[in-house]
């Protein structure tokens, strides 16, 4: 029995034969997962035990020799025995039971139980077992057998081909129907969504869900004063993470006038920049200011108060610059032979078109 009293620093010593003998104890890591090809990481800890060989004279003599190994594993949660599955060649799996057939060598002195909940899906997706602690699981190993020659599992779980979803006979679901045949992938943090109630969203159903939600913030920042980033900024961002063709593909199926308006700059590489506080290069590079004429306006009912801004040259020298006491809209123009631009406690600075 091995549970997370059982560590590193404390483990169990188990002498199988006269060239296996095994440190053992119980870990945690951060759960990650495999979905559509990426790591995801759900939340909580997966726990683990490992099966570390006590490297000695005797093993060291045995490298190269083939060690095989098998035992039943029972995992319990809270006391209660639930079943797990553990990988074996690849995306085979074994359910309730792990075998390992390796060469002994610098980087297979050993091996690790890490339970799954099920048997992987055909496109390599897997789903772990965790708790939001990952230390309230407890580990029975049994009938466990050591050896030269291999061993095969009692039971071979081959991976399953996911079940094709089905969709709605909407706009939403035709998308959603499209992103899944092109099987475009939805960065992690946008796959957990929650509906207006707060209600998880579906697998099948996120795409469209996700769009729409980068679409509203989009309109968001539109009529935001204090917004940092223009819409056009912001959805040139959303390149960065999403795969292009599903945001055009979003944008044709969901997104209104503004949306394609938007959409449009990006592809005419008339990005409208907006920028806040900090100390600006001029020009036109990545997370630099182009030269022009820019606005900060204050809230609506609210002022600009006690702050500052410089145009300086490439050296640094103040070319102009002015301390707000309090100010509803400041003005400035920025010259091609500026170097940069300081702003400080003004709020968002926009071009002037």
């Not at 005797?58 to 599955?85: C, M, T, W």
């Amino acid at each position: 029995m091995i549970d997370s009293s059982i560590t590193e620093q404390n483990p169990v010593l188990l002498k199988l034969n006269d060239v296996a003998e095994f440190k053992i104890y119980y870990y945690t890591e951060t759960a990650t997962n495999i979905n559509d090809g990426e790591l995801v990481h759900p939340g909580g800890f997966q726990p683990n035990v490992s099966w570390s060989l006590i490297v000695d004279e005797e093993v060291e003599a045995a490298e190269g020799v083939q060690l095989a190994f098998r035992a039943k594993v029972e995992l319990l949660h809270d006391g209660a025995p639930i079943d797990s599955y553990y990988q074996y060649l690849g995306k085979d799996v074994t359910k309730n039971a792990m075998v390992h057939n390796r060469k002994l060598g610098p980087n297979a002195y050993g091996w690790a139980a890490s339970p799954y909940k099920a048997p992987m899906l055909s496109d390599g997706s897997t789903e772990v077992i965790t708790s939001r602690a990952g230390t309230d699981f407890e580990f029975r190993f049994s009938e466990i057998e050591i050896g030269t020659e291999s061993f095969t599992p009692s039971e071979i779980i081959k991976p399953s081909r996911p079940t094709a979803p089905t969709f709605e006979d909407t706009v939403d679901g035709q998308f959603n129907k499209l992103v899944y045949e092109k099987q475009w992938s939805i960065p992690s943090p946008y796959n957990d969504q929650t509906d207006d109630n707060g209600k998880p969203v579906t697998k099948e159903r996120v795409p469209a869900f996700a769009i729409r939600s980068l679409f509203r913030q989009i309109g968001e920042r539109d009529d935001s004063s204090a917004s940092p980033w223009s819409p056009s900024q912001r959805m040139e961002n959303w390149t960065t993470k999403w795969h292009p063709d599903l945001i055009a593909a979003g944008v044709e199926m969901l997104g209104d006038d503004t949306i394609k308006e938007t959409w449009q700059r990006i592809l005419d590489g008339n990005v409208e920049r907006w920028f806040g506080n900090g100390t600006w290069i001029v020009g036109y590079g990545e997370k630099q200011v182009p030269p022009g004429t820019y606005q900060v306006t204050a809230p609506a009912g609210e002022l600009i108060e006690n702050g500052y801004w410089a145009r300086t040259s490439p050296s640094g020298q103040i070319i102009d610059n002015d301390f707000v006491s309090s100010a509803q809209q400041v003005t400035v123009t920025i010259a091609p032979t500026d170097g940069q631009f300081e702003t400080s406690r003004m709020g968002t600075w926009r071009p002037v078109n």
